[in-house]
């Protein structure tokens, strides 16, 4: 599953890897994002109509995906839940963001993944440019991230998952969580 699946393009990187490599792409993927154009453009690049399924939700709600909308080689839970660059793009403030934790966990597997990473806004060091750029893009309303911890994010995936590791690289929060504790 990706969410804020934008306009495709991880995805499509991953799909072209494994085409490269001489691998079929085997997986079944579930794009979720709030705007359709989003999903019909990312859905279209991908390029995999038959593999690919297409969810308009909101990430700040529990959603399900509708059984009208599964194949049969989809399952209702997901063994890996993509969420990059998106949680800066979300509506402050952060804390109400990391309860989107607590809905994606849902949709995992026992033993499943859920990776991500977002532009920092407080906790990182920005240089000149990049202060004037997150100001910028809050100011525009493109981006929500300026009171964004990693504190906060860590919190909140430590209180939802039994494995969780962090890194920050320069002012992104890299993240993986593993295992959903059950509620």
């Not at 080689?73 to 993509?82: A, G, L, M």
């Not at 309303?141 to 690289?169: R, Y």
Request: with cysteine.
């Amino acid at each position: 599953m990706d969410i804020g699946a934008g306009t495709g393009l991880f995805p499509m990187n991953h799909r072209d890897r494994m085409r490269q490599s001489g691998q079929e792409w085997p997986l079944h993927l579930t794009l979720v994002d709030m705007n359709t154009l989003c999903l019909q453009k990312a859905a279209d690049r991908i390029g995999c109509p038959s593999k690919t399924t297409c969810v308009q939700a909101d990430v700040f709600e529990p959603f399900t995906v509708p059984v009208a909308q599964r194949t049969l080689t989809t399952s209702p839970k997901f063994d890996s839940i993509s969420l990059i660059y998106l949680l800066h793009c979300l509506p402050p403030p952060c804390h109400r963001k990391a309860t989107v934790f607590a809905h994606l966990k849902n949709h995992l597997t026992p033993e499943g993944t859920l990776f991500g990473a977002t532009v920092l806004g407080s906790g990182a060091h920005h240089n000149l440019l990049g202060r004037l750029t997150i100001r910028f893009y809050n100011w525009k309303g493109i981006f929500g991230n300026k009171d964004d911890s990693p504190d906060v994010f860590v919190k909140a995936l430590e209180n939802e998952f039994e494995e969780v590791e962090t890194h920050i690289v320069g002012v992104v929060l890299l993240f993986r969580a593993r295992k959903p504790r059950l509620a």
